[in-house]
């Protein structure tokens, strides 16, 4: 009887596995290579096995898209749960996707929706994962670099896992926001900058001035590696202001 629900679990784990490398090799990859001859500088910076943060910028959808396919190990990111609960042939296509595709669903609604997200990237790190995060919280609605939140501190530190800066490069040129088409032609780029060891600041993470000492170092980095200007505000409060 214990059996059993283990040889399940190894079942699904390796068939998302295998449809995750099918979209990367296969499905999606190729297409992306011939469109857009992305250059990747620093994938040395990232380890070969063990669990790590890439904490990235965001700039468009595709960023999620042109990260997974640029490295050679198995990025999983966290995802609205409304992206699992669809209804109907196309909900649940869109959920089998997103599971596929590496994706872990995270109720971003209500008071406790940080908590959960923090809960459930620590639960991936100590599964070993290769976990992709946006630190700003949202994509940027204007191209420049927005505060990052402390969430992905708490985490590295909980944890106990580094956290690699990666600057995508020219991607809100390929998709726009409000576009659903694609703009080919583009040069894309991804910037992996070199691990950032928090080791010193272990059992810190609840004090609020070391996660937010750390999450600008953080985002200071990924502003080196892209070239953004910085903006001290957190890009949701910029969009309801415009």
């Given at each position: 009887?214990?059996?059993?629900?283990?040889?399940v679990?190894?079942?699904?784990v390796?068939?998302?596995d295998?449809?995750?490398?099918?979209?990367?090799k296969?499905?999606?990859?190729?297409a992306?290579?011939v469109?857009?001859h992305?250059w990747?500088?620093?994938?040395?910076n990232i380890?070969d096995?063990?669990?790590?943060i890439?904490a990235?910028?965001?700039l468009?959808?595709s960023d999620s898209?042109f990260?997974p396919i640029?490295v050679?190990r198995k990025i999983t990111?966290?995802?609205?749960?409304?992206?699992?609960?669809?209804?109907g042939i196309?909900g649940?296509?869109?959920?089998a996707?997103f599971?596929?595709?590496?994706?872990?669903?995270?109720d971003?609604?209500?008071?406790n929706?940080?908590?959960a997200?923090?809960?459930t990237?620590?639960r991936?790190?100590?599964?070993?994962?290769?976990?992709?995060i946006?630190p700003?919280?949202?994509?940027?609605?204007?191209g420049r670099?927005?505060?990052g939140?402390?969430?992905?501190?708490?985490?590295?530190?909980e944890?106990?896992v580094?956290?690699?800066p990666?600057?995508m490069?020219?991607?809100e040129?390929?998709?726009p926001?409000?576009?659903?088409r694609?703009?080919?032609?583009?040069?894309v780029g991804?910037r992996?900058?070199?691990p950032l060891?928090?080791?010193?600041?272990?059992?810190?993470?609840?004090?609020r001035f070391?996660?937010?000492s750390?999450t600008?170092?953080?985002?200071?980095?990924?502003?080196d590696l892209?070239?953004q200007?910085?903006?001290?505000k957190y890009?949701?409060?910029?969009k309801r202001s415009?």
């Amino acid at each position: 009887m214990l059996i059993r629900p283990a040889l399940v679990t190894v079942r699904v784990v390796s068939d998302r596995d295998n449809f995750y490398k099918f979209l990367k090799k296969i499905a999606i990859g190729p297409a992306i290579e011939v469109a857009f001859h992305p250059w990747v500088e620093g994938l040395e910076n990232i380890p070969d096995t063990g669990p790590a943060i890439l904490a990235s910028n965001h700039l468009s959808f595709s960023d999620s898209i042109f990260l997974p396919i640029a490295v050679p190990r198995k990025i999983t990111f966290m995802a609205k749960s409304e992206y699992f609960e669809g209804s109907g042939i196309r909900g649940k296509a869109t959920a089998a996707f997103f599971r596929g595709a590496g994706q872990v669903p995270v109720d971003r609604t209500g008071g406790n929706a940080g908590t959960a997200a923090i809960s459930t990237g620590v639960r991936l790190l100590g599964e070993g994962h290769l976990l992709g995060i946006y630190p700003e919280g949202t994509r940027s609605s204007d191209g420049r670099l927005y505060r990052g939140k402390t969430g992905v501190a708490r985490m590295a530190l909980e944890a106990r896992v580094p956290v690699i800066p990666v600057a995508m490069i020219n991607t809100e040129m390929v998709q726009p926001i409000g576009k659903t088409r694609p703009n080919f032609g583009v040069e894309v780029g991804i910037r992996i900058g070199e691990p950032l060891d928090f080791s010193r600041y272990y059992g810190m993470e609840d004090d609020r001035f070391v996660l937010r000492s750390l999450t600008d170092e953080i985002m200071y980095r990924i502003m080196d590696l892209s070239g953004q200007e910085y903006v001290d505000k957190y890009a949701s409060r910029s969009k309801r202001s415009t």
